[in-house]
C-alpha cells in the first residue's frame, strides 16, 4: 500500500491485528508497516509475540522447555498422533506429561 497519495509514493507491506474477546472488548491491537514481504515466518513471529502477552499457559511451558525449537518440535509430535478438542487442551495436556502445576485461573 502506499503510504502517501501520489505517483511517487513509498510503497509498503502492511499487517495489522486485533485480538478481541467474544463480547467485542478489544484485548490487543497491534500494526506495523515494512518494506519486507510479510511471509509466513514474518507472520509466525507475530504470532509467537502474543502468545507469549497473553497466554500464561504457553509462557510457563516455554520457561520449563530449554528452546522454541524444543517447545516446537513437542507440539508437532503431540498434533501429529493425537487429536486435542482446543490450544488450552493441548497446553493442559504438555502440563500434565511435564508434571506441572497448572496455573490457577486459566481456563
Avoid at 490487543?28 to 507472520?43: E, G, R, V, W
Wanted: with cysteine.
Amino acid at each position: 500500500m502506499p503510504l502517501k497519495e501520489g505517483d511517487n509514493a513509498l510503497l509498503v507491506n502492511w499487517c495489522e491485528l486485533t485480538v478481541s474477546r467474544p463480547d467485542g472488548k478489544v484485548v490487543y491491537k497491534n500494526a506495523f508497516a515494512t518494506n519486507h514481504s510479510i511471509t509466513d515466518n514474518i507472520l509466525s513471529l507475530l504470532f509467537y509475540t502474543l502468545l507469549e502477552r497473553l497466554d500464561q499457559k504457553y509462557e510457563l511451558l516455554r520457561s520449563h522447555l530449554p528452546t522454541r525449537k524444543t517447545f516446537f518440535n513437542d507440539l508437532r509430535a503431540l498434533i501429529r498422533y493425537l487429536y486435542f478438542e482446543s490450544w488450552d487442551h493441548l497446553l493442559t495436556f504438555m502440563f500434565e506429561g511435564l508434571e506441572l502445576e497448572i496455573p490457577p485461573n486459566t481456563s
